[in-house]
């Protein structure tokens, strides 16, 4: 069985990229996209790539973005795996001719309003087949998931492609939703961002803020679900 890769997002500190690497996380995420609040510049993305050791994989997060600015982000992070977020059509994603995640935005209302169409993962991930793997984040108003966590239990039981389970994931959630959709898809992985967050008043948190014992509580519930897998001894699809 493969261990489940984990992935946390929106970095924007030295301390926060180093407690990722203290915990375990295999690749750490800094946001391209300028209207998020946890956006940060090519070069500031550079500074803290430099940070990680040996196979942990830094990741960049990009929105509608023109070819020409991710190559030249790219040039900065050469080692960068591309993460794209927005409305990129399968030939876009390969213009800047990297390995690359492409995001799925799934519904959080199980019966679409005004008779749309049920969000289909399988042909979305037929549609993307030349992406790594499809991140499944929730569908909201703008771009990225904004915390909220969508059905898992709706997913299609069976999608031909490497899976990485993203939205509203928390150190208390996480162990259910790989155990909820590891069986559907080739590999799991997930990526966390809020769920990883200093608490601010209010019940908000600081964003691009992180909290070092978050993320190790996070990767502790990772490796939980894994170890109930195994001892389960749950059939899992051949990769």
Not at 65 to 77: G, M, P, Y
Not at 79 to 99: I, K, S, V, Y
């Amino acid at each position: 069985m493969h261990r489940t890769r984990i992935k946390i997002c929106g970095l924007t500190r030295e301390e926060d990229v180093d407690a990722a690497v203290a915990a375990g996380a295999d690749a750490v995420g800094f946001v391209m996209y300028a209207p998020s609040p946890r956006s940060v510049s090519a070069e500031r993305a550079a500074e803290l790539a430099g940070r990680l050791p040996p196979f942990v994989t830094p990741v960049l997060l990009f929105v509608n973005e023109s070819a020409t600015k991710i190559i030249a982000a790219c040039a900065r992070v050469p080692m960068a795996l591309l993460q794209f977020h927005g409305d990129e059509t399968p030939e876009a994603c390969l213009r800047a001719g990297r390995p690359f995640l492409r995001a799925a935005r799934i519904p959080l209302d199980e019966n679409p309003a005004d008779g749309a169409a049920a969000f289909d993962l399988v042909k979305y991930a037929e549609d993307f087949k030349a992406a790594q793997a499809i991140l499944l984040d929730a569908h909201v108003d703008g771009f990225g998931g904004g915390g909220k966590t969508f059905n898992w239990s709706l997913l299609p039981p069976s999608v031909n492609a490497h899976l990485v389970l993203s939205g509203g994931l928390t150190p208390a959630n996480v162990t259910d939703g790989i155990l909820q959709v590891r069986s559907r898809c080739k590999t799991l992985a997930v990526d966390v961002s809020s769920g990883v967050e200093i608490s601010a008043p209010g019940g908000s948190t600081l964003k691009g803020i992180k909290s070092a014992d978050k993320i190790h509580q996070f990767v502790a519930a990772v490796r939980a679900a894994d170890d109930l897998l195994a001892k389960n001894h749950v059939h899992l699809p051949a990769t």
